[in-house]
């Protein structure tokens, strides 16, 4: 299994990003896929789920109605859309398959800052 992790980067506050997680080794669509993140110093969170055919989803209180999970079983590819960005949305982002949870790729840096 591989999952690489892209689109984060620098944002202000109120700003947006779209992260983007591509998948392999695995039959994509057969599996719910997770959005998780790790700030500095406290432990890895998760912030949305979205279940193989894409129909469930569900977000951490945190990002409810600021942040939408998404997939492509075309492309094997989820997303996670984050709107209305805060400071402390600052963390590490990490794709996760429920077919391997115990694997993890590299993330991707989300820094919330004016």
């Known amino acids: 299994v591989q999952l690489v992790e892209s689109g984060g980067g620098l944002a202000q506050p109120g700003g947006s990003l779209r992260l983007s997680c591509v998948a392999s080794?695995?039959?994509?669509?057969?599996?719910?896929m997770r959005w998780y993140r790790q700030a500095p110093g406290k432990e890895r969170v998760l912030v949305a789920s979205i279940n193989g055919g894409g129909g469930n989803r569900q977000y951490a209180d945190s990002v409810k109605g600021r942040f939408t999970i998404s997939r492509d079983n075309t492309r094997n590819r989820v997303y996670l859309q984050m709107n209305s960005l805060k400071s402390d949305d600052t963390a590490v982002y990490y794709c996760n398959t429920l077919y391997r949870p115990d694997y993890w790729g590299q993330g991707t840096q989300v820094t919330v800052s004016s």
């Open positions: 080794g695995f039959t994509f669509s057969w599996y719910a």
